[in-house]
């Protein structure tokens, strides 16, 4: 009886279609993967065929899901149906009118308008669909890194996967090797101290550091760490942005009132944690202060990307005013 649930579950997990749509490229391939791994759960030695939108032939869909002279299942992954060619699209439309047995269907689609008839027929014939939404803002990264500790089942702070995001910034699949690298290394709470323990190097060599020394009125713990980071090779124009977004969730919070964090960062597009850092940071600091502090990081962004002849003068500039503003709101 188990043995039958089992393959219940399979079946349920790879139906005959499955459609994976979205730019986020981790995401996407990770789907894939799991699709595939439950797939040959399933059926061992199915052959698996990938087509290529670029290299398409016309027909050649159709020729790989006919039944072989040996007989066998079959998965066909076709990537990139956001830039099929009409007959690609066309013979997909094809298939779906008459879907063969024993062949499982992956498309893999970008995002866009090309392909849609396809993408209407996958949906309307009950594919699976796996999202692979965009993942760009600080919330997006934290929550992404969040999920990837729940997914190990290990329990991480709001203050570790902060530093975590701070410290590997943009690129999510390093984001996601850093929170595995974390689980197998590590036992027990991922803290704070544990992800500084690993990388804590890169967080003071980031914006972020020189930011919260800034925002804190640390005149010179700021411009030690802005002077570490340009020595180890940062460029001036990301620790300008991460001054800005920083000076610019102050002010998000400061408007929006009282309420739960929880409610708040729904409302202003922000993590949890973001909106009680902020809490904790707004102390002393005035509505000018912060207007002030933020025309100050405006015209440093502007030296920065070349409207200036010193970028590293401009941003010790934009700090100071900003370590200014916080201690005459602290007098």
């Given at each position: 009886m188990g043995a039958v649930s089992d393959l219940v579950e399979v079946q349920r997990r790879v139906p005959p279609?499955?459609?994976?749509?979205?730019?986020?490229?981790?995401?996407?391939?990770?789907?894939?993967?799991?699709?595939?791994?439950a797939v040959r759960e399933r059926t061992p030695d199915v052959e698996v065929i990938r087509l290529y939108a670029?290299?398409?032939?016309?027909?050649?869909?159709?020729?790989?899901?006919?039944?072989?002279?040996?007989?066998?299942?079959?998965?066909?992954?076709?990537?990139d149906l956001d830039e099929a060619t009409d007959e690609l699209q066309q013979d997909l439309l094809d298939y779906l009118a008459s879907p063969p047995e024993d062949v499982t269907l992956v498309v893999v689609h970008k995002g866009g308008n090309r392909g849609k008839k396809v993408l209407d027929?996958?949906?309307?014939?009950r594919a699976r669909v796996i999202d692979a939404p965009a993942i760009k803002s600080d919330r997006d990264k934290a929550d992404f890194a969040m999920n990837e500790f729940r997914r190990a089942r290990r329990r991480a702070t709001g203050e570790a996967v902060q530093a975590l995001v701070d410290a590997i910034g943009k690129d999510l699949r390093e984001l996601a090797s850093a929170c595995h690298q974390l689980v197998a290394d590590t036992t027990g709470t991922i803290d704070e101290q544990v992800v500084l323990t690993y990388h804590g190097g890169k967080v003071e060599a980031t914006g972020f550091k020189v930011a919260d020394a800034a925002v804190a009125g640390d005149a010179g713990e700021a411009l030690r760490l802005l002077r570490h980071a340009i020595a180890v090779g940062v460029d001036p124009v990301p620790i300008v942005a991460?001054?800005?977004?920083?000076i610019r969730q102050l002010i998000r919070v400061g408007s929006a009132g009282r309420g739960r964090s929880a409610d708040l960062a729904r409302d202003l597009g922000m993590a949890?944690?973001?909106?009680?850092?902020?809490?904790?940071?707004?102390?002393?600091?005035?509505?000018?202060?912060?207007?002030?502090?933020?025309?100050?990081?405006a015209a440093?962004?502007?030296?920065?990307?070349?409207?200036?002849?010193?970028?590293?003068?401009?941003?010790?500039?934009?700090?100071?005013?900003?370590?200014?503003?916080?201690?005459?709101?602290?007098?």
């Open positions: 279609l499955v459609l994976i749509t979205g730019p986020e490229q981790v995401l996407a391939e990770r789907g894939l993967a799991e699709v595939l791994e670029a290299a398409y032939q016309p027909g050649e869909l159709m020729v790989h899901a006919s039944p072989s002279l040996f007989g066998g299942d079959k998965a066909v992954v076709v990537h027929t996958l949906k309307k014939a991460v001054l800005a977004q920083q949890p944690w973001q909106v009680d850092k902020a809490r904790r940071s707004l102390g002393g600091w005035t509505a000018e202060g912060l207007a002030r502090s933020l025309r100050a990081v440093a962004d502007f030296e920065v990307k070349g409207g200036g002849r010193d970028p590293v003068y401009a941003v010790e500039r934009a700090v100071l005013t900003i370590t200014r503003e916080k201690a005459a709101g602290d007098g």
